[in-house]
């Protein structure tokens, strides 16, 4: 089982970044895909971005691309999600996670072993 920490979360006026960092415990963080994910408050957790096991492969929501970047230190059991041209629907809490399934290219919801327990990012207007 992987243990995961997320930092960074904030508040930023719209326009500006934050880049929350997600700390992992345990050796085998680097066989699995990780994603972050987010849920604003009455709405359901919804996927971000995803960054393969060996970090070639990446995915984001559509309403994220182009301003937000995912990325990963295996080495340093790290993952990272900076995020640029922030938008008050951009507020929420978002989560770090790490897929269940060793050696993984994309990190589904269905297939989360380990969640971490969020970060609070709320952008103003």
């Known amino acids: 089982q992987v243990h995961l920490v997320e930092s960074g979360g904030g508040w930023v006026q719209a326009g500006g970044s934050l880049r929350l960092s997600c700390a992992a415990s345990?050796?085998?963080?680097?066989?699995?895909?990780v994603g972050w994910f987010r849920q604003a408050p009455g709405k359901e957790r919804e996927f971000v971005a995803g960054?393969?096991?060996?970090?070639?492969?990446?995915n984001y929501a559509d309403s994220v691309k182009g301003r937000f970047t995912i990325s990963r230190d295996n080495a340093k059991t790290m993952a990272y999600l900076q995020m640029n041209s922030l938008k008050p629907e951009d507020t929420a809490v978002y989560y770090c996670?790490?897929?269940?399934?060793?050696?993984?290219?994309?990190?589904?919801?269905?297939?989360?072993?380990?969640w971490g327990q969020g970060t609070q990012v709320t952008v103003s207007s």
């Open positions: 996670a790490s897929d269940r399934r060793s050696f993984s290219t994309v990190v589904s919801m269905a297939d989360i072993g380990s």
């Open positions: 345990g050796r085998t963080f680097s066989r699995y895909a």
């Open positions: 960054i393969g096991w060996r970090g070639g492969y990446v």
